[in-house]
């Protein structure tokens, strides 16, 4: 419709993005009969501007459909996930620097000869430092709330800004305790592209590549192992071992397939190889945390994308066009 | 009877409108086919509704419903246009409506006047 003037243009496009999480059949015909609404109008000699705010915001247009459809109540499904994965991002941010400050050796030097996986220094950076130390470990998790606390308008710019913030400081301090962020940061760029995802329509196609992805990245520390294993560098694998190598594949391809339950088991396993990492990994705790950071991340973000489009698919369906 | 309402008695006309726009609807189908704009603008002029971008999440759940359906009108000379008609599910709707309906407004006229 090209005749349209510019700002009918500019709210039908926004219209046309608000009505996420509504099926595609009700959203076309909606958005068919408001086009046809404005032009009707402009034809009927109403001002284009008076037309426009007639037919109220786009948000609240798409919310009354939302609501007439028996949808998602309350927030608008792009906004759900942006707000959970953000806070996701914010808690992982905060178990960081606790971690950081108060449990972990400022010194990851080990002794070569010796005893292995004995640190040198078990002086932490809140003992080492001071507490002003242990409030720049909170760098991050200020960085991870800012999306949440700023004005509602540029909010989707500030998650872009978080992510790309965040990176920027785990790679520049990552051969210092900065590598550890590395989980918030990839959990940042999750708030940022599941919502921008969700308002792009939510294709499925999309969201079975993402899956593929993050199933190889969930997949690449077992790959490694393995590798390790048939090269001869690791020796004497343990039956435990082989259970726990079968189960973590196991989980990989069921994650891909985008098998029920398996994103909260996913997300789940990770949190607790980071905590194996945290307790009990000596050299290889940053393994570990990475590991573990990406099953939280590929986890919790399979959850927060998945919720907008089971309640797309639980709407009615409309019958076809007479 | 439309004057200038407080922001008080704007919040009640809402939440009484928001329950029977839908079968003012059905009723504005009942008597003719109507497209979009025509719907609105009856809907408006009888202050039926405040904002004529609900219309068409309401017709799209009616519709979802089967209570009314679309027809295109394909004219020679410009742009076809989708009219909305009553179903036989929607003539019914409106028949149990209008039966509530004729039920309520006395009762709420006679309990309103021993009040007052």
Known sequence: ?322 | MIRNMTSEEERIATNIRKGVLEFCVLAVLARREAYGLELAQELMARHLTASEGSLYPLLARLRAAGLVETRWDTPDAGRPRRYYTITEAGSQQLRNFSHVWSTIVPQVGAVLQEDS
Not at chain 1, 184 to 192: D, G, K, R
Not at chain 1, 225 to 231: A, D, E, I, R, S
Request: with cysteine; aromatic share 8%; charged share 15%.
């Open chain 1, 1 to 322: 419709m090209n005749t349209l003037p510019t700002t009918a243009r500019r709210y039908l496009g926004e219209l046309e993005a608000a009505l996420t999480g509504v099926p595609a059949a009700q959203r076309a015909a909606i958005l068919d009969d408001i086009r046809a609404h404005i032009a009707d109008a402009t034809e009927d000699g109403r001002n284009i501007d008076d037309t426009l705010a007639g037919l109220g915001a786009p948000a609240t247009v798409a919310q009354e459909a939302r609501d007439e459809l028996g949808l998602a109540r309350g927030a608008e499904p792009a906004t759900a996930a942006a707000r959970t994965l953000t806070w996701g991002a914010v808690a992982l941010a905060l178990l960081t620097s606790a971690f950081v400050a108060f449990i972990l050796p400022t010194s990851l030097e080990f002794a070569d000869q010796g005893s292995p996986g004995q640190p040198l220094t078990t002086e932490t950076l809140l003992g080492q430092f001071g507490v002003g130390a242990a409030f720049l470990t909170l760098i991050p998790a200020a960085l991870a709330v800012l999306p949440l606390v700023v004005p509602k308008q540029i909010r989707v710019l500030t998650a872009w800004i978080a992510a790309v913030a965040t990176t920027v400081l785990v790679v520049v301090t990552g051969v210092d305790l900065g590598g550890f962020y590395a989980p918030v940061a990839l959990m940042l760029w999750a708030a940022a592209l599941v919502p921008a995802w969700i308002r792009r329509g939510g294709k499925v196609a999309t969201a079975h590549a993402w899956r593929v992805v993050g199933a190889a990245a969930m997949l690449l520390p077992a790959v490694l192992v393995l590798g390790g294993l048939v090269t001869g560098t690791l020796q004497d694998p343990t039956p435990a071992f082989w259970i726990v190598a079968i189960v973590v594949l196991a989980l990989g391809v069921l994650f891909a397939l985008r098998v029920r339950f398996v994103d909260s088991l996913v997300a789940l396993c990770g949190l607790v190889l980071m905590g194996i990492g945290v307790l009990d990994a000596g050299i290889l705790i940053l393994a570990f945390w990475w590991a573990g950071g990406i099953w939280f991340v590929a986890g919790f973000a399979a959850l927060a994308a998945r919720a907008p489009l089971g309640l797309a698919r639980a709407a009615a369906r409309m019958p076809g066009e007479k």
